[in-house]
T-cell receptor, first 111, second 113 residues
């Protein structure tokens, strides 16, 4: 079956760096996406890695290792507004438009 | 316009009621989706429309009935729901294929009493 595992909670302080890991089992892998969701809000697309390596977008970076079925989201210079849930996601079932989400990581940023 | 708009934001309905959730996007996206999200859980895929045709139904009970009147609109018709159907219902859209990024609406928070 398909599964994406993430740590359930991570706590860090303002200004710090935090890494949120995602390990996946899926058939027909196309790439790994990351989404941010504030409490009560819409999931917001952050990044997409189709190839191995690091993609950087401002304070956020995302990494993928296809051989290890593993990726992570790296958040630098943490701000209070980064407190949210973060989900990795992959297309599954051989269809690029069937997106399955990971278990989710609740990030709490403390002053 | 880079948004997905969902109405209503909140809905309380009885188990014998019929109601509809609405979703609209004007980004020219040709794939639209309904997801269900329970508290502290990830979104779960319900339906996928591609070029206005239903392409995926994730074995959703028939009390949920999707409709795509045109390329900008997506509805979810609700009938005879159960209390366990209470959840946040999210609409999303993407370019056809969509692997590289969905745009989600803020959702309808549904309570079934």
């Amino acid at each position: 079956g398909q599964s994406l595992e993430q740590p359930s909670e991570v706590t860090a302080v303002e200004g710090a760096i935090v890494q949120i890991n995602c390990t996946y089992q899926t058939s027909g892998f196309y790439g790994l996406s990351w989404y941010q969701q504030h409490d009560g809000g819409a999931p917001t697309f952050l990044s997409y890695n189709a190839l191995d390596g690091l993609e950087e977008t401002g304070r956020f970076s995302s990494f993928l290792s296809r051989s290890d079925s593993y990726g992570y989201l790296l958040l630098q210079e943490l701000q209070m507004k980064d407190s949210a849930s973060y989900f990795c996601a992959v297309p599954y079932g051989g269809a690029t438009n069937k997106l399955i989400f990971g278990t989710g990581t609740l990030l709490a940023v403390q002053p | 316009d880079t948004e997905v708009t969902q109405t209503p934001k909140h809905l309380v309905m009885g188990m014998t009621n019929k109601k509809s959730l609405k979703c609209e996007q004007h980004m020219g996206h040709r794939a639209m989706y309904w997801y269900k999200q329970k508290a502290k859980k990830p979104p779960e895929l319900m339906f996928v429309y591609s070029y206005e045709k239903l392409s995926i139904n994730e074995s959703v009970p028939s009390r949920f009935s999707p409709e795509c009147p045109n390329s900008s609109l997506l509805n979810l018709h609700l009938h005879a729901l159960q209390p366990e159907d209470s959840a946040l219902y999210l609409c999303a859209s993407s370019q056809a294929g969509g692997a590289d990024g969905y745009t989600f609406g803020s959702g309808t928070r549904l309570t079934v009493v």
